[in-house]
């Protein structure tokens, strides 16, 4: 077993058990793509067992903490076993349900989302690209499933020098699945949708905004960056009359008409616009548009805190077009899925909409990613997705 020896002071971050060593922490050391390591703090004592990364900055990525244990086709057979059973325990009315997430599993670089009888994963760092054959078969035998699509397309795995990989893993079929979701049927392409097929981590935040929209009377609504119609299909479901589905992807706004017909809503009451959305709110204030709620789910502007500052921009531009555009009393529903944004920066770049667009509001609920999608106590980096429900005054 090869050993990393860490630089004096770098040991305290693994100590808390965070779970990355970082290239300049390293005094000494080096090893394979992948391979476990034993990572020592500068006095030679015992931190953790990690996966090496020759690539990436994030030099290891730590397995365990327990000098005892040792990482083989049972470690990871027993994480997946943990995972699924916090799943189980959350009581998750959909049969889309996020697995593995990663880091707060203790299984750094792995997603995993079931649908239906499909599951999805996503290998994105050398450990877990190390151990690919041993985790997908521990997957299938834990779940009692036999098909499982890959989905390592992420540019993250671009860091650890690995090539983009997609298709059928474990056994085959149909790449089109059905979701159910709340009292909605959803449908999904696990190998066109994006990341893994869909956002799983907004199910919470789409029922609850169903019911909000009911409880304002909302007939007037409007989706930015739709994908494929969720929170439309929620808004119909909360009572509106009006929804507007804005993005700029014509495939997802296809399959958001077609949820929109699934669900039994009537197509009259929904617009789809193939458009930029930034574009499209500048002419709609210039049209005297208004709604009754907004919803603005971007894609991710920050995928780091070195990219923060440009990304306030962007959010700081849509958050003040949305307020103007909304109606007194109107709800805004507004997200951010950036790592390097958080959940104070987020804050302030929406009061700062606020002040440039003359509007002020009323924070009525602050929300985040689904349960299946834990954040830990030692890995406050995990947490990516947060959002602000804001009442217009």
């Not at 999904?188 to 956002?199: F, I, Q, R």
């Not at 809503?265 to 049209?287: G, S, Y």
């Amino acid at each position: 077993m090869k050993t990393i020896q860490l630089r004096p002071g770098k040991e305290r971050s693994l100590l808390r058990r965070h779970p990355w060593g970082f290239e300049g922490s390293i005094a000494k050391g080096k090893a394979d793509f992948g391979e476990t390591v034993r990572v020592v703090g500068s006095d030679g004592g015992f931190l953790c067992w990690a996966a090496y990364s020759p690539s990436s900055s994030i030099k290891v990525r730590a397995w365990s903490f327990d000098e005892a244990e040792r990482i083989d086709a049972e470690f990871f057979e027993r994480r997946i076993l943990a995972a699924l059973a916090v799943r189980e325990r959350l009581g998750i009315e959909s049969n889309g349900v996020r697995l593995i997430h990663g880091e707060a599993d203790g299984l750094p670089g792995l997603i995993v989302d079931r649908y239906a009888d499909t599951l999805v994963a996503q290998f994105l760092a050398a450990g877990t690209e190390q151990w690919k054959g041993v985790i997908a078969d521990a997957l299938l035998a834990a779940t009692g499933l036999a098909k499982l699509y890959e989905r390592s397309d992420s540019g993250v795995r671009q860091l650890e020098g690995l090539p983009p990989v997609t298709g059928w893993l474990r056994g085959e079929g149909p790449t089109t699945v059905e979701l159910l979701e709340s009292s909605w049927r959803l449908t999904l392409d696990v190998a066109e949708g994006h990341k893994t097929g869909y956002y799983l981590d907004q199910r919470d935040n789409r029922r609850d905004f169903a019911v909000w929209v009911r409880r304002l009377k909302a007939q007037r609504v409007l989706n930015c960056y739709s994908y494929t119609g969720g929170f439309s299909v929620a808004a119909l479901a909360g009572g509106a009359t009006e929804v507007t589905s804005v993005d700029s992807s014509a495939p997802a706004l296809a399959r958001a008409t077609a949820h929109v017909v699934l669900n039994g809503f009537d197509p009259a009451h929904h617009t789809a616009l193939d458009a930029d959305v930034n574009a499209t709110l500048r002419q709609f204030l210039k049209e005297g548009r208004q709604f009754d709620a907004i919803v603005l789910d971007p894609p991710k502007f920050a995928p780091s805190a070195a990219h923060a500052e440009r990304a306030s921009r962007a959010y700081k531009d849509i958050n003040r077009l949305g307020l103007k555009l909304l109606a007194p009393g109107g709800l805004l529903a507004t997200y951010s899925c950036s790592g390097g944004v958080g959940p104070e920066l987020f804050h302030k770049i929406v009061a700062s909409a606020g002040t440039d667009s003359g509007v002020d509001g009323a924070i009525v609920a602050r929300v985040g990613a689904a349960p299946d999608h834990p954040q830990t106590l030692c890995f406050p980096e995990g947490e990516y997705l947060k959002g602000l429900l804001v009442l217009k005054r």
